[in-house]
T-cell receptor, first 112, second 117 residues
Framework: DAKTTQPTSMDCAEGRAANLPCNHS???????VYWYRQIHSQGPQYIIH???NNETNEMASLIITEDRKSSTLILPHATLRDTAVYYC?????????????FGTGTRLQVTL | GAVVSQHPSRVICKSGTSVKIECRSL??????MFWYRQFPKKSLMLMAT?????????EQGVEKDKFLINHASLTLSTLTVTSAHPEDSSFYIC?????????????FGNGTRLTVT
């Protein structure tokens, strides 16, 4: 799976949008971008995934650049409960046994 | 939505004893489950892939005789840490994906914090 690069940490004021970048310059055409987050002492939580089109769900939006070499996860109105480590993962789909490899992620701190 | 339950959430054991951790998919079937380990302030490291009805596949550097995995049904996988030592103290997390859906996301349990004294 392609390697990803994320900033180590970011801060965001509560109520503002949190924009978390991810670089995946070596991504191949059949690899998807997945985002998970992990709140302290819990298991990771799935947020969103996409291939090349922008995606939106009830949690977040995913913006993927046209060349697919980078993406941005957007939390439109961050709350204190969004404080977590956010992982951007690029994954090749090869069936249900396809595994996820986690990088170091971005530690997002949402403040008052 | 798909729920993965892990038990126990916390366990303390003495050095030399064995500990079993259960991972259940509550509302879906999972032919494959994954076991991760996470040390403090570190990322998740995949230990092994658990396959229903067959042997688990271990990642490089993970001792299969120390971390015994059994996936006897489509909803249950167990990880047994044998002859535990203090360096095995960690946060163990399992995950699963709905069978037959390679595109669907992995669902994670809430982890088991193992402390070996």
């Amino acid at each position: 799976d392609a390697k990803t690069t994320q900033p180590t940490s970011m801060d965001c004021a509560e109520g503002r949008a949190a924009n978390l970048p991810c670089n995946h310059s070596t991504i191949s055409g059949n690899e998807y971008v997945y985002w998970y987050r992990q709140i302290h002492s819990q298991g990771p939580q799935y947020i969103i995934h996409g291939l090349k089109n922008n995606e939106t769900n009830e949690m977040a939006s995913l913006i993927i650049t046209e060349d697919r070499k980078s993406s941005t996860l957007i939390l439109p109105h961050a709350t204190l409960r969004d404080t977590a480590v956010y992982y951007c993962i690029v994954r090749l789909l090869t069936g249900t046994a396809s595994k996820l490899t986690f990088g170091t992620g971005t530690r997002l701190q949402v403040t008052l | 939505g798909a729920v993965v339950s892990q038990h126990p959430s916390r366990v303390i054991c003495k050095s030399g004893t064995s500990v079993k951790i259960e991972c259940r998919s509550l509302d879906f079937q999972a032919t494959t489950m994954f076991w991760y380990r996470q040390f403090p302030k570190k990322s998740l490291m995949l230990m092994a892939t658990s396959n229903e009805g067959s042997k688990a596949t271990y990642e490089q550097g993970v001792e299969k005789d120390k971390f015994l995995i059994n996936h006897a049904s489509l909803t249950l996988s167990t990880l047994t840490v044998t002859s535990a030592h203090p360096e095995d103290s960690s946060f163990y997390i399992c995950s699963a994906r709905v069978s037959g859906t390679g595109l669907s996301p992995l669902h994670f349990g809430n982890g088991t914090r193992l402390t070996v004294t």
